[in-house]
């Protein structure tokens, strides 16, 4: 079998690794416009800031592809011809496959804002992003960044790692509004103020204004306000990366379009991470994930196909973490910014530092936990996503609280103190006291 794989992002990688396991005969190629080599793309801000170096970005030594029979090439897909089964190169030349992953990721999104075509003007998704800002952030003193999701946090970090004055235009109420509700938002707030960040809510960029050279200076916001800027950051999310294959007649919406085996409209063409969209997600679940988890679950999906072993793509209960500079943040499960009819939010935080926990639940007598956030306090993901399958009552999760706790030793712990409060707010679900090992042992 001949496998080529356009892209060699977490998907891609995934899918090869997973295939060299089921069928060690097969001949596998990685193609990538973006670097010869597998990045971690969440390991880029750290490079910028200079925790890691340039080849620190790289999961794999260079030795292993070659070990793994894994090979590279590194050149831009011009065409793909589904018909003869071939992938055109800007080489020149045309690899033939048998089978075909189209793993293309996304592509950071525009408004079509005035000047955002300026030098300066950027957003982060890749290395060659990165190895840009490096550029253009050299003698930067004020920037601006637009949007207010994970991206718009790590480019404010970034920057202020290098002193560098940062205003950040957020169009919600709150920080990330879509998605976090108002209490975790402040503790976020918190750590912007904290840090030196200007934050304007309730803010749209409306244009974006250059210098005699072509560079931007300043910003105009939805309020008439203008500011003073040498570099504007766009973080407003990213889109799929569906050119190549719209262009070669595969399906598309949003995304390309998917089924459960994640194979496209065309035979022995397949397609997932950011760049998929299922025909029929499965309930309450969204039909395009852009995660790094779900791009390697979907990439050993694809394989388990190719490689003639089909199981259906099932993510399992939804999760997420992040880290808004010094606050760490767990999702698990649905815990969406409005509380929908038939749920109980039940929510505590500490009265002087930044830690939080937030629990919904069903709301009749059984009491199944649908979701959680966590800020400042490190949960399990193994027991959590148990609880999460098996529809565990809020009672039983409390009592059993410390379990999850993932904290490093001697950190104070807060079990007790949740417990107590959760009896606070719902008499009506009595709660055995927790367990005194998840509470106060030293591991």
């Excluded at 409306?206 to 931007?216: L, N, P, S, V």
């Excluded at 409005?338 to 059984?366: K, V």
């Excluded at 409390?398 to 949740?418: C, K, M, Q, V, Y």
Aim: charged share 20%; net charge negative.
């Amino acid at each position: 079998m001949n496998l080529v794989i356009i892209g060699n992002g977490i998907t891609g990688v995934t899918c090869a690794l997973t295939v060299r396991q089921l069928r060690p005969d097969a001949r596998i190629t990685l193609i990538s416009e973006e670097s010869p080599y597998h990045i971690s793309r969440p390991a880029l801000m750290y490079a910028y800031m200079g925790h890691l170096r340039p080849q620190d970005l790289k999961p794999y030594g260079d030795w292993f592809w070659a070990e793994n029979r894994l090979e590279l090439v590194h050149a831009t897909v011009t065409g793909l011809d589904t018909a003869q089964q071939q992938v055109e190169l800007s080489t020149g030349l045309a690899l033939p496959y048998d089978k075909l992953l189209v793993a293309t990721g996304s592509v950071s999104r525009v408004h079509n804002w005035p000047g955002q075509d300026l030098a300066g003007v950027q957003g982060l998704y890749g290395l060659a992003d990165l190895e840009r800002m490096h550029r253009e952030t050299h003698a930067v003193h004020q920037a601006v960044v637009v949007g207010g999701g994970l991206i718009g946090i790590e480019l404010a970090e970034m920057l202020r790692s290098r002193g560098i004055a940062v205003t950040m235009l957020v169009r919600d109420a709150h920080y990330w509004g879509s998605v976090l509700p108002p209490e975790e938002a402040a503790l976020v707030n918190r750590q912007l103020q904290a840090h030196g960040v200007t934050v304007q809510y309730g803010t749209e960029l409306a244009e974006i204004i250059g210098d005699e050279a072509g560079r931007a200076r300043a910003v105009r916001t939805s309020q008439g306000e203008e500011i003073p800027c040498q570099w504007v950051g766009l973080a407003i999310g990213v889109t799929p990366n569906i050119g190549l294959a719209q262009a070669a007649g595969l399906e598309t919406d949003r995304g390309i379009l998917v089924d459960e085996q994640l194979q496209t409209s065309q035979a022995h063409v397949f397609a997932a991470g950011d760049c998929a969209q299922h025909r029929q997600p499965g309930p309450e679940e969204v039909p395009i994930e852009q995660l790094w988890y779900t791009g390697r679950q979907q990439g050993e999906t694809v394989a388990y196909a190719i490689c003639g072993q089909p199981r259906p793509y099932q993510r399992g209960p939804w999760f997420n973490s992040a880290k808004f500079f010094q606050l760490e943040y767990q999702t698990y499960g649905r815990v969406p910014a409005r509380l929908p009819a038939g749920i109980h939010s039940f929510y505590w935080q500490h009265p002087t530092e930044q830690h939080l926990l937030r629990i919904n639940f069903q709301a009749d007598a059984h009491g199944a936990v649908m979701g959680m956030n966590t800020m400042g306090i490190r949960q399990r993901h193994d027991v959590w996503d148990q609880w999460l399958r098996t529809a565990t009552p809020i009672t039983q999760v409390l009592s059993a609280l410390g379990t999850a706790n993932f904290d490093p030793e001697f950190f104070r712990r807060h079990e007790a103190a949740i417990v107590g409060e959760f009896a606070r707010q719902f008499p009506q679900y009595p709660v055995a006291p927790p367990r005194r090992k998840g509470i106060f042992s030293f591991r």
